[in-house]
């Protein structure tokens, strides 16, 4: 089965091109790149399946941890992603220059409800400070969680490339000291 330049990947695994015989991997639901070197050189190539399809076994830890979530920590996220962009900014101009406009009597037909100074409107803005401020701890206190998952799946992942680079280096030692061996 060939792959074309732009057809999708149907299987994780690795690929060898037609004209140099470059290997490379490709993942499932990628699109076929040209070749590095053919495609320096203005040749048109394809792609041939090459070995056994490949298993990551890597741990996607934003997906683990969304999962994990509850009602408290989806509302928390919601608020804090809210609160953090502009929509949040014009929602709150809109409502303090209503709230002030109606109790400085501008608008005729409403009676102020909260005169100058604004006592009401200094302590809604004080306690919405502080709720604010609460899911936004709690929010960074969640990502927290995730970089140390992330950095554990780090630690593990170079204790693993360790491992395998050692018997990589071992078996180079290994062929090596036979072609040695051969020579004499």
């Given at each position: 089965?060939?792959?074309?330049?732009?057809?999708?990947?149907?299987?994780?695994?690795?690929?060898?091109?037609?004209?140099?015989?470059?290997?490379?991997?490709?993942?499932?639901?990628?699109?076929?790149?040209a070749?590095?070197?053919?495609n320096?050189?203005?040749?048109?190539?394809?792609?041939?399946?090459?070995?056994?399809?490949?298993?990551?076994?890597?741990?996607?830890?934003?997906?683990?941890?969304?999962?994990?979530?509850n009602?408290?920590?989806?509302?928390?996220d919601?608020?804090?992603?809210?609160?953090?962009?502009?929509?949040?900014?014009?929602?709150?101009?809109?409502?303090?220059?209503?709230?002030i406009?109606?109790n400085?009597?501008?608008?005729?037909?409403?009676?102020?409800?909260?005169?100058?100074?604004?006592?009401?409107?200094?302590?809604?803005?004080?306690?919405?400070?502080?709720?604010?401020?609460?899911?936004?701890?709690?929010?960074?206190?969640?990502?927290?969680?995730?970089?140390?998952?992330?950095?554990?799946?780090?630690?593990?992942?170079?204790?693993?490339?360790?491992?395998?680079?050692?018997?990589?280096?071992?078996?180079?030692?290994?062929?090596?000291?036979?072609?040695?061996?051969?020579?004499?």
């Open positions: 089965m060939k792959l074309k330049i732009d057809d999708k990947i149907k299987e994780t695994r690795s690929y060898k091109c037609s004209k140099c015989g470059l290997v490379r991997v490709f993942t499932e639901g990628e699109t076929v790149p070749c590095d070197v053919c320096a050189k203005g040749k048109k190539n394809w792609w041939v399946p090459k070995g056994k399809p490949v298993l990551f076994v890597s741990k996607d830890v934003n997906k683990e941890f969304l999962a994990k979530r009602f408290s920590d989806k509302l928390s919601w608020i804090t992603d809210f609160c953090g962009n502009m929509w949040f900014v014009y929602v709150h101009m809109v409502w303090f220059a209503l709230w406009l109606i400085a009597g501008v608008i005729p037909g409403i009676r102020p409800f909260d005169p100058f100074p604004f006592g009401l409107l200094t302590l809604i803005v004080s306690l919405e400070a502080i709720l604010l401020a609460t899911f936004i701890l709690i929010s960074q206190n969640r990502q927290g969680e995730v970089s140390e998952m992330r950095s554990e799946l780090d630690y593990q992942l170079d204790r693993k490339t360790e491992k395998r680079v050692l018997e990589i280096l071992e078996q180079v030692r290994e062929i090596n000291a036979a072609v040695t061996k051969r020579k004499k």
